[in-house]
């Protein structure tokens, strides 16, 4: 599967941004989707995950009540809603895919989009 993430942009603290994963496959939905987040000079950061049906997210604790995953597999795309941004927010945001349904765990993905950039500016 080929996964493109867009949707990032610049955007105030306090403001939202919708981010998008493209996929390309038609066995889309036998995966799950994981967004995840790099800031410059950090670690890699795990975001949330979503079930291959949809019906069970995950969510990195820090994440919890400010951002949603959801997907739809009719259009190949699963999205990351981003509410109540912060500075700290900025990151190249990826999305991945892997085969396992360990929704919790950051490893075993796969294949990995390229990356938006979001810039939170404070």
């Known amino acids: 599967v080929q996964l493109q993430a867009s949707g990032g942009g610049l955007v105030q603290a306090g403001g939202s941004l919708r981010l998008s994963c493209a996929a390309s496959g038609r066995t889309f939905s036998s995966y799950t989707i994981g967004w995840f987040r790099q800031a410059p000079g950090k670690e890699r950061e795990f975001v949330a995950a979503i079930s291959w049906g949809g019906g069970t997210t995950y969510y990195t604790d820090s994440m919890k009540g400010r951002f949603t995953i959801s997907r739809d597999n009719a259009k190949n795309t699963v999205w990351l809603q981003l509410n109540s941004l912060k500075a700290e927010d900025t990151a190249v945001y990826y999305c991945?895919?892997?085969?396992?349904?360990?929704?919790?765990?950051?490893?075993?993905?796969?294949?990995w989009g390229q990356g938006t950039q979001v810039t939170v500016s404070s």
């Open positions: 991945a895919a892997k085969i396992s349904r360990q929704l919790g765990s950051p490893s075993g993905y796969d294949y």
